[in-house]
C-alpha cells in the first residue's frame, strides 16, 4: 500500500547570536553551545578502527571522533576542507597538492608527552597513508580507498618496496599525492571515515583499539556495548563564520538499540533526537498519530521521505554449490516477485522494487532504468531451473540465508521470500538471525549460501555500489576473508569495464562504463536486488542545523539544540 502526506514547510528566523570570552584560553563560544544530541542504531558497533569499519553506524561514530582531509558538505555532499584548507590539482588531473590548516591539533590523550595531542603535520598524512596500504588482516578499507588509485600502493601493500611513492611531503603544511589516473571520486575517498588521519604514538600505543584521533568529539569512558558517548574535543580547530569555537553541542550519545521500533518508542517519550528508520509496518499510524507535530507553527518533529543512496539486496556465496550455477540465480531472481513485497510487506517504504540493476536512483546522470534487470516471470524462472537441472525443484539442497537481526523488517522480507521461492521453485529455505558483527563475519568467510545485505554510498557516485563486485582481489581459498566482495564473483570483464568507469575524471565516460559492468553484473545474477531504499525519517524541532541526507553523512560540527 502506498500513500503519500503533505507536510507544510515552514521557517524559522534566528536572531543574530555573538560569541563570547571562554576564559582562560581566550576561545570564543556561541550562545549555541550546550546540550547533548541523542542518537540511535540497531546495529552492534564492532570495531571504531578507521580501517576497519565496515558498516554506516561505525562510519558514523568514528567520523566524529577523527578527521579526515577532507569532509562533504552534509546538504550537497561536495568536498569542502577538513585538516587540509585547500589543494591544487595538476592540469593532467594525477597530482594533487594539499595545504594543511595549521594550529590543527590531535586530542589530548595520555599517550603523548604531558598529555597534550600534537599538532597535525605532513608527517602524520604520510604515516596515515602508509598505514592504510599495509597489508593487514583489519585493513579491509584499502581495497576501497587505495588501490589502484595512489601511485605505489599497490606495491606497498604487496610488499614489493617500502616507499609510498604516491605520497610526497613539501613541508610541515605542505604535501602531494600522486594518482595512478585522473580520478572524480579520489577527493571523496579522502573524505571517508576510513581515511582519517591518524597519529603513530596513538596507534602504537593502542593498535586497532585506537579510540582518539583529531575529531569534533571525544570517546567517553562511560560508553558501553549499547550505548557509545562521545564528548566535546575542547582544543578542535575549527570555529564559526563568527569566530566561535566549534562543535557547539557538549556531547552525543549513539544509543545501540535492539530494533528500531525501540528507537520509536524513546522518540514518542522525547527520550532520542532523531528516528533515522520508521518502521515500516508502523509508518501510517505514526503519521496520523503525530500529524499535528508536523503541521504545528512551528513543527515539534520534522518528518522527511525522500530517496537515498541505498540499495537492500540478497548476495549469493557464487563459489558454492548450487549457486555457482548462474542459471540458478538467474531462476531464483526470476521467481521472486519484488512489488508484492514492497507493497505487502514494506508497505509502501521504499522507492521502488528493484527491477534494474543496484545503483539507486540517485546520482543525476546514472539513469538506472537502462540496466535490464529482472521483473516477476515464472515460467521464465521454472524453465530455466530445469535447465540448471532442477525440473521442479527435484534434487535441489536446502538453501541456508543469514539475515542481520535488529530490524523485524529483515524477518518479514525473508519469511516472504521463503514463501514465494517454496511456491514457485519448490525451493526450501531456512535462515538464522544474528547480530550484523557476526553475521557479516561469516559473510566475508563465506558460511552460507546466501546473505542479507544493503549498501549505503561512501560518496556520490555509483562507482560505491560497484566496487563492492571487483573480483580479482577475491582470495583463492574460499573460506578466507574476502572484503568487499563478499559474493566472490569473478568476471574479468567486469572488472575492465569498472576500472575504465574509475580511471576517467570524465563523468558521461565514467558513468558509460558503469552502466556496462553493472548490467554484466546483473546478467550474471550475482544478487538479488530488493528494493532501493526511502526511508522516512522523523527529527525533534530542537535540533538545529543537522541536515539529513541520501547518504546518511552527518556533520555535527554546527549542529546545536534549543535550549
Known sequence: MNFNISIISFFVIFLAIGCKNQGEEDRKISEKNGGTLILAENIP???????????QPEGLITGQIHESLLKLDSKSLEVIPGLAQKWKI??????????????????????????????????????????????????????????????????????KTTI???????????????????????????????SAIINETAFKAYGTNLKTGAGPFMYSSASTSDKIVLVKNPNYYAKDSSGCSLPYLDSVVVLILPSIEDGLILYENQKLDLVNTLPSLRV???????????????PKSLLQHEA??????????????????????????????????????????????ANYGITPNTFVGYDVKKIKGYTFDLTKA??????????????????????????????NIVIELQKQLKENLNINISFESLPNVQKYELQMH????????????????????????????????????????????QNPLYDA????????????????????????LINDAVIIPLWYEGSYRMLSNRVKDLNLNAMRYYNLTKVYKVK
Open 45 to 55: 558497533i564492532g570495531t571504531l578502527f578507521p580501517y576497519a569499519i565496515t558498516a
Open 90 to 159: 595538476s592540469a593532467d588531473g594525477k597530482t594533487i597538492t594539499f595545504y594543511l590548516t595549521k594550529g590543527a591539533h590531535f586530542q589530548h590523550d595520555k599517550c603523548y608527552n604531558n598529555g597534550i595531542g600534537p599538532e597535525i603535520t605532513s608527517k602524520d598524512v604520510k604515516y596515515t597513508y602508509e598505514l592504510m596500504c599495509n597489508k593487514e588482516p583489519n585493513n579491509l578499507n584499502f581495497e576501497i580507498l587505495f588501490k589502484d588509485r595512489l601511485a605505489g600502493a599497490n606495491d606497498y601493500y604487496n610488499k
Open 164 to 194: 609510498l611513492t604516491g605520497i610526497k611531503i613539501i613541508d610541515d603544511y605542505t604535501f602531494s599525492l600522486e594518482l595512478v589516473n585522473p580520478s572524480s571520486s579520489f577527493l571523496k575517498l579522502l573524505a571517508h571515515p576510513a
Open 284 to 298: 501510517k499510524e505514526v503519521v496520523e498519530k503525530h500529524i499535528q507535530e508536523f503541521v504545528s507553527h512551528p
Open 308 to 353: 537515498e543512496m541505498l540499495s537492500q539486496f540478497y548476495v549469493f556465496n557464487t563459489k558454492q554449490k548450487p549457486f555457482d550455477n548462474i542459471k540458478v540465480r538467474q531462476a531464483i531472481n526470476y521467481a521472486i516477485d519484488k512489488d508484492k513485497l514492497v507493497d505487502n510487506v514494506l508497505q509502501g517504504q521504499a522507492i521502488g522494487a
Open 382 to 411: 521454472k524453465k530455466i531451473f530445469a535447465e540448471a537441472g532442477y525440473p521442479g525443484g527435484i534434487g535441489f539442497p536446502e538453501v541456508r540465508v543469514l539475515i542481520n537481526s535488529g530490524n523485524s523488517r529483515n524477518s
Open 446 to 489: 563465506g558460511k552460507s549460501d546466501i546473505f542479507r545485505d544493503a549498501w549505503v554510498a561512501d560518496y556520490s557516485s555509483p562507482e560505491t555500489f560497484l566496487n563492492l563486485f571487483v573480483g580479482e582481489s577475491v582470495p583463492k581459498d574460499n573460506n578466507a576473508t574476502s572484503y568487499p566482495n563478499t559474493s566472490r564473483y
Open 497 to 520: 569495464y569498472f576500472k575504465k568507469g574509475r580511471d576517467t575524471n570524465i563523468k558521461d565516460s565514467s558513468y558509460a562504463y558503469f552502466m556496462r559492468a553493472e548490467q554484466l
